[in-house]
């Protein structure tokens, strides 16, 4: 929900916004990128792509590299993988963009999808095309920009276009071989605890305790089932200049047809995470005060939206949010050793795994006592 500035950034997804929001983001001083058959590309496959001007890298981001792209058409978005060698069916851009495509004609924002291009002959790595929306992005949770009596509106929007997204039929939408149904917690533990594994660089307790403990404690299969985007927080979404509305959703890297509940705590483990060195959190603050709802409140709301009578072993989504958080850091911060991060704040990420997975820890033993 709420992740550092560069987890966030960071972490499955770096995402960023990257996406769209030209106004604020400023981008970095390298060198432009080699352009030689980029451009001819985009002239042949972009509709109405014409006047090649600029190419310039978001400085933000540690998994996926993302650029604004300006022509005498219009401003683009080209997102791509990273160089180097990469972990196994991480940087999934062709998901992303077939996800967004899909999701054009429903009720959850997103960006205009362009083309896919997967000749690596072109820009070194398989890169999409997207068009660049225009509006404002927020760093903080606390939203501390905003007049309190307006953070409300702004949250109630974020869980309203959630719900949105769950309610969506993947495969009324195409989208019917996107994920395997049922036992998405299993599977999810089981896939995050060999890309830890992959990316071990010292032992962790915590995560090792998690590894044993969320795949003997998974809540029975309710037959919940459909499109999450697996990075839904608050930097990942474009919101109108002047109204309390989403205008994209951004980042969908990791989506995939599971459990919308995995969606759900991980927006909501920022309320329980205390802001640190790279972290926006909004744990020990008083969200009375700040005007922003409870977690309670949150979860009351989605389950009205959704229809739902209520969320049981709510903690153990939690911390299962958590860990594969720390998880996906964990990879982060190994890429950045192995020298194929997107970002150099991606070397900072492997000091939070270990707090996060023993919030994670810590969770789970306050429901057990």
Not at 329 to 337: A, D, E, F, H, P
């Amino acid at each position: 929900m709420f992740l550092p500035d560069p987890i966030a950034k960071a972490a499955a997804s770096d995402r960023m916004a990257r996406i769209g929001y030209t106004r604020t983001q400023l981008m970095t001083s390298a060198p432009s990128p080699d352009t030689t058959r980029l451009v001819p590309w985009l002239e042949s496959n972009v509709p109405g792509f014409s006047g090649f001007e600029t190419i310039e890298k978001f400085p933000t981001g540690q998994s996926n590299p993302t650029y604004r792209v300006r022509a005498r058409s219009g401003r683009y978005v080209l997102r791509r993988k990273p160089l180097g060698q990469l972990l196994k069916s991480a940087h999934a851009v062709d998901r992303e963009y077939r996800i967004m495509r899909a999701l054009a004609d429903t009720a959850v924002p997103v960006p205009r999808m362009y083309t896919l291009c997967e000749d690596d002959n072109v820009f070194d790595t398989m890169f999409y095309i997207m068009s660049c929306v225009e509006g404002r992005i927020f760093w903080d949770p606390s939203l501390s920009e905003l007049a309190a009596s307006d953070r409300g509106q702004l949250y109630d929007e974020i869980i309203r276009v959630l719900a949105e997204l769950h309610s969506v039929n993947h495969v009324a939408v195409g989208l019917e071989d996107f994920g395997r149904p049922g036992s998405y917690f299993d599977r999810q533990t089981g896939r995050w605890s060999k890309q830890y594994r992959a990316s071990e660089t010292e032992r962790i307790e915590a995560m090792e305790h998690l590894m044993d403990w969320l795949p003997a404690h998974s809540p029975p299969d309710d037959g919940q089932n459909g499109l999450i985007h697996g990075d839904y927080r608050l930097d990942n979404m474009i919101f109108h200049d002047r109204e309390y509305r989403i205008l994209a959703v951004i980042d969908w890297e990791i989506s995939t047809v599971g459990h919308p509940l995995a969606d759900l705590a991980y927006f909501c483990m920022g309320l329980r995470i205390t802001p640190g060195q790279h972290i926006q959190g909004l744990g020990g603050k008083d969200r009375r005060a700040l005007g922003i709802p409870e977690e309670a409140q949150m979860l009351d709301r989605y389950c009205q939206l959704r229809g739902i009578s209520g969320i049981d072993n709510w903690p153990y989504y939690i911390a299962f949010s958590l860990f594969r958080l720390s998880a996906i850091l964990q990879g982060v911060y190994k890429r950045s050793l192995d020298g194929n991060a997107s970002n150099e704040r991606a070397a900072k990420m492997g000091g939070m795994v270990r707090p996060l997975a023993e919030l994670a820890e810590h969770i789970l033993s306050d429901e057990n006592t």
